[in-house]
């Protein structure tokens, strides 16, 4: 079973920027495709990007779009988010999430079966 962990969260002033990664030290994730959820407080878990298995294709929430990135490295074994331009509103706990049942991107949360910890972004105004 492939474990993920998230990385790179932290505070940070509105309009900064911060990278998250999310690695797996068992393989890479060339079988699986890969999204990035949050979920803020008094909030339902939402979804922010998403990446095909073979990183060719991308999917981002409108809230985001033009402003985060995912992409993926270091052999593949690595996701990242890349956050330009936070905004306060972006606070929140984001996730990593992983699985081997589809192909390309998907922003529905209960098709991925495996979930990191997650990592607390937050954004001072």
């Known amino acids: 079973q492939v474990q993920l962990v998230e990385s790179g969260g932290g505070l940070v002033q509105a309009g900064g920027s911060l990278r998250l990664s999310c690695a797996t030290s068992r393989r890479t994730f060339s079988n699986y495709a890969m999204g990035w959820f949050r979920q803020a407080p008094g909030k339902e878990r939402e979804f922010v990007a998403a990446?095909?298995?073979?990183?060719?294709?991308?999917y981002y929430a409108d809230s985001v779009k033009g402003r985060f990135t995912i992409s993926t490295g270091n052999g593949k074994n690595t996701v990242y988010l890349q956050m330009n331009s936070l905004a306060p509103e972006d606070t929140a706990v984001y996730y990593c999430?992983?699985?081997?049942?589809?192909?390309?991107?998907?922003?529905?949360?209960?098709?991925?079966?495996?979930w990191g910890q997650g990592t607390q972004v937050t954004v001072s105004s």
């Open positions: 999430a992983a699985t081997r049942l589809l192909v390309g991107p998907s922003r529905i949360s209960e098709e991925y079966n495996i």
């Open positions: 990446i095909s298995r073979n990183g060719g294709s991308t």
